[in-house]
């Protein structure tokens, strides 16, 4: 499975905007860049995916680079609730064999107030 | 509303015991998979099933982690003869249909603390 590398921890303060970087180089052509999130003492939640566009849903908007080897995830405005540690995650479109979600060890967010 | 649903929410076992973890997964999903998530860690994949079949087990650790969802809907992971290293948190996820990109619905997970 291709792999991703994100920073450990980020700290942003309340009501700015926050950019999760997530470096994959080795992405294949079938691979969707996918985010979850996932709040203390709560599982991981879905958060936005995307191919070769950048996305934006309800929740956050999802950037990714031109050579698709790097992606940002963007939280327009943080809130309090947006502290978590978000997870960037490589989904291959091959219909078999690739169901699982490969998680690594994500990007602890810290909201200051 | 109808999300993902595990229990217990807590087990705390002695080592040697045998544990049972329930989810019910959301009505209807057709995928559900088991994770591993150890203190500080990332979930881990345990296994995965499409209605009542396994088809994927590699990530259970030893023989003596079993699951089952015998009718294609609850699921049941079993632990025999705990070890203090299954300390961790038990987390079910389901997905509607057996398609690539569909999001993951997590519950809240099963702490299990061996003793």
């Known amino acids: 499975d291709a792999k991703t590398t994100q920073p450990n921890s980020m700290e942003s303060n309340e009501e700015e905007p926050v950019h999760l970087p997530c470096n994959h180089s080795t992405i294949s052509g079938t691979d969707y860049i996918h985010w979850y999130r996932q709040l203390p003492s709560q599982g991981p939640e879905y958060v936005i995916h995307g191919l070769t566009s950048n996305v934006n849903n309800r929740m956050a908007s999802l950037a990714i680079a031109e050579d698709r080897k790097s992606s940002t995830l963007i939280l327009h405005r943080a809130t309090l609730r947006d502290a978590a540690v978000y997870y960037c995650i490589l989904r291959s479109s091959r219909v078999f064999g690739n169901e699982k979600l490969t998680f690594g060890t994500g990007t602890r967010l810290t909201i200051i107030p | 509303g109808a999300g993902v649903s595990q229990s217990p929410r807590y087990k705390v076992a002695k080592r040697g015991q045998d544990v049972a973890l329930r989810c019910d997964p959301i009505s209807g999903h057709v995928s559900l998979f088991w994770y591993q998530q150890a203190l500080g860690q990332g979930p881990e994949f345990l296994t995965y099933f499409q209605n009542e079949a396994q088809l994927d087990k590699s990530g259970l650790p030893s023989d003596r982690f079993f699951a089952e969802r015998p009718e294609g809907s609850v699921s049941t992971l079993k632990i025999q003869r705990t070890q203090q290293e299954d300390s961790a948190v038990y987390l079910c996820?389901?997905?509607?249909?057996?398609?690539?990109?569909?999001?993951?619905?997590f519950g809240s997970g099963t702490q299990l603390s061996v003793l």
């Open positions: 996820a389901s997905s509607p249909h057996r398609v690539q990109n569909e999001k993951l619905f």
